[in-house]
């Protein structure tokens, strides 16, 4: 059980558009997603918390309109890069929890690059 | 300022060594978290410790969480290639987010 699917596993866009992650806890309800940046051996670093049906809360220095978030459901949330960078190249990971257990499990990751 | 202080960032080892490796903050958790990442992929949960002084093991590999729920320890016996991959420590509490450490890079060379 808890298993997160994560999609798409890597996509390369044109600087200037925008791409959308998507994450689904497939077997159980995710009261909260959170969205995770990795850059190559380093950790991770959160980016914002979404609880569904409410705001996402972003971390420090993460601008909240060009990483969109929404969690409308709570087997689904969406990173939404608008109006991407090749800064913007990193590997994205989300992970899901629930109120009633320790621990999260996390998505497969999704490797942006953008050209 | 890291709250999870992971030690340490860069492991080398020969094939049948052991190592550990620490995790220290100077806050208190009510739980921690190890988990395994391999290039690629997400983290996958390890262990979770929630009992200061509690031990856990898993195969090869020991948890400890400290007396005081501020620190932790992996520890692997005659690690393997296998084993290769980035191990990170987290603390957080039920239903909130997570703190992670910097991450410890281990390779095990055959």
């Known amino acids: 059980g808890a298993v997160v699917s994560q999609h798409p596993s890597w996509v390369i866009c044109k600087s200037g558009t925008s791409v959308k992650i998507e994450c689904r806890s497939l077997?159980?309800?995710?009261?909260?997603m959170f969205w995770y940046r990795q850059f190559p051996k380093q950790s991770l670093m959160l980016m914002a918390t979404s609880n569904e049906g409410s705001k996402a809360t972003y971390e420090q220095g993460v601008e909240k309109d060009k990483f969109l978030i929404n969690h409308a459901s709570l087997t689904l949330s969406t990173l939404t890069v608008t109006s991407a960078h090749p800064e913007d190249s990193s590997f994205y990971i989300c992970?899901?929890?629930?109120?009633?257990?320790?621990?999260?499990?996390f998505g497969s990751g999704t490797r942006l690059t953008v050209v | 300022t890291q709250l999870l202080e992971q030690s340490p960032q860069f492991l080398s080892i020969q094939e049948g060594e052991n190592l550990t490796v620490y995790c220290n903050s100077s806050?208190?958790?009510?739980?921690l978290q190890w988990y395994r990442q391999e290039p690629g992929e997400g983290p996958v949960l390890l262990v979770t410790?929630?009992?200061?002084?509690e031990v856990k093991k898993l195969k090869r590999l020991t948890f400890q969480f400290g007396d005081a729920r501020k620190d932790s320890s992996l520890h692997i016996t005659a690690a393997q290639p296998g084993d290769t991959g980035l191990y990170l420590c987290a603390g957080g509490l039920s239903g909130s987010r997570l703190t992670f450490g910097e991450g410890t890079q281990l390779t095990v060379n055959p």
């Open positions: 806050s208190v958790f009510s739980s």
């Open positions: 077997d159980f309800q995710a009261t909260t």
């Open positions: 992970s899901a929890g629930n109120r009633d257990f320790y621990g999260y499990t």
């Open positions: 410790v929630v009992t200061g002084g």
